[in-house]
């Protein structure tokens, strides 16, 4: 390891040694296999609260840890987001309809490492429009992974998201942002989706950060319901979110929650 690498920056974000890299590794494709495992079973009739069983029993198979269940008195494995709802939604009796589309969001710990990631489905055939806005959403994320790099900055990822989003005309979320994570959940630096390039936290080699855009079709203002965790589009337009974790490497990074199976993208696999 590089004795050098082992510090915490001055905007507070830790930088993780070469090592470290195996934890995330294995922590990130846990994560992606759940959200690979989950997919056949999105179809037009099974309850949120069945896909979310499902991910609660894959975990417990692979003898993993879930980090949402417990968290801030959060009770469920996944947090699953249909249609208007942003994100955080909570698992439960709604019956998945044909056309409706879903964030599903698992994180988990394996060896004290915590894997994040979320990806869009569809219950039963793809409105155009809504394939639009997975499709320009998944863009997004991938802009902003292809910005980072030693030397760039957080306002150089934003921008490449926010930039690609405002020019197909939809929406990025300003409510909810990426985060540091590691050896814990939620760590600094607050990674937003949108921003100015050259400005913010500059990136090192050993960062390990989500980026996980929220773009809606119509307006970005979104609001929490009295369940105090969905949060939705104040304006009932559709959102979608794509989530990597990611490490900064020397020339670039490491996606750690890429999909085994190629199956990140509902169109693909
Ligand atoms: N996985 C979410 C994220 O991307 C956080 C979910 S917290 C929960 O940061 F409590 F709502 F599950
Ligand atoms: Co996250
Ligand atoms: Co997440």
Redesign the pocket.
């Known amino acids: 390891m590089d004795e050098m690498r082992a510090r915490i920056t001055k905007d507070g974000i830790r930088i993780y040694e070469d090592a470290d890299f195996v934890g995330m590794r294995i922590a990130g494709r846990s994560a992606a296999e759940i959200l690979d495992a989950v997919a056949p079973l999105v179809v037009p009739g099974i309850t949120t609260a069945e896909l979310d069983d499902f991910i609660t029993a894959e975990i417990a198979r692979r003898g993993v840890t879930s980090a949402t269940i417990g968290y801030k008195g959060y009770k469920h494995a996944s947090c699953i987001s249909v249609n208007h709802v942003v994100c955080h939604g909570i698992p439960g009796a709604k019956v998945l309809a044909d056309g409706d589309i879903l964030n599903i969001?698992v994180?988990v710990i394996v060896d004290g490492w915590f894997g994040?990631?979320?990806r869009m489905y569809v219950a039963g055939a793809l409105a155009r429009k809504s394939e639009r806005l997975i499709e320009v959403t998944h863009e997004g994320l991938m802009r902003g992974i292809a910005a980072v790099k030693p030397g760039n900055t957080f306002g150089d990822i934003g921008h490449a998201i926010q930039s690609y989003v405002e020019s197909q005309r939809m929406s990025v979320v300003r409510d909810f942002c990426g985060h540091g994570l590691g050896r814990v959940f939620h760590a600094p630096p607050n990674v937003l989706h949108y921003g100015r390039a050259g400005f913010g936290p500059v990136l090192e080699e050993g960062m390990f950060f989500t980026i996980?855009p929220m773009v809606n079709l119509g307006r970005p203002e979104t609001k929490v319901l009295s369940d105090d965790w969905t949060a939705v589009t104040r304006d009932k337009s559709l959102s979608a979110q794509f989530?990597h974790s990611v490490g900064v490497t020397a020339t670039g990074c490491e996606i750690f929650t890429a999909s085994p199976a190629g199956k990140f993208h509902p169109t693909w696999g």
């Open positions: 969001d994180t994040d990631t979320s996980e989530e």
